[in-house]
């Protein structure tokens, strides 16, 4: 990866050159994280090693490892032992000074040692869709049988009140 791909200040640049968070998965053009801030149990990122904003961004090599790096990721997820993984994140030295709610709120579910029994794959492209990180990152967020009282609607529910519709 040259120095020109890279943004010295972003901190996805910085995990994909191995300076954060260990890799769970690395193809050539990207790379795959857990998330320090789980939502759900192996809550993962798939993250380019370009410095890329945006999806619609990637290039021909990079949109040709896109669902590689998403399924590489996802058959780490189904093999790792949750409970294990997010005590040792806690103890992590680079996390230390960061808040663990998340992490200590996931180590109490219920669904804990479970496989997932779905997943939400996406990413929020652009500010206004609430991506905090101005560099791409894929969300593999595992689902749970009950992770929520009422899924329908799944995605469309970023937007409250409009995800319900009447189907034909």
């Known amino acids: 990866m040259s120095s020109a791909s890279t943004d010295p200040h972003c901190y996805f640049c910085q995990v994909s050159q191995r300076k954060a968070d260990p890799f769970i998965f690395e193809n050539r053009s990207f790379v795959g994280i857990f998330d320090t801030n789980p939502v759900n149990p192996g809550h993962a990122l798939v993250i380019p090693k370009r410095h890329v904003a945006s999806i619609f961004e990637l290039n021909s090599t990079e949109q040709a490892d896109y669902f590689d790096a998403i399924t590489g990721v996802k058959g780490v997820i189904e093999t790792t032992d949750m409970a294990e993984l ?30 997932p029994d779905a997943y939400t794959v996406g990413n929020n492209d652009g ?42």
Do not use: C, W
Not at 87 to 104: A, G, N, S
Not at 150 to 160: S, Y
């Open 86 to 115: 997010y005590q040792e994140m806690v103890q992590r030295d680079y996390l230390q000074d960061r808040p663990k709610t998340h992490i200590e709120t996931v180590l109490q579910l219920p669904f804990l040692d479970q496989k």
């Open 127 to 168: 500010r206004e869709a609430g991506r905090s990180i101005d560099h791409l990152h894929v969300i593999v967020l595992p689902r749970y049988k009950g992770d929520i009282a009422d899924p329908r609607g799944g995605i469309r529910n970023v937007i409250p009140g409009r995800a319900n519709y009447q189907r034909r």
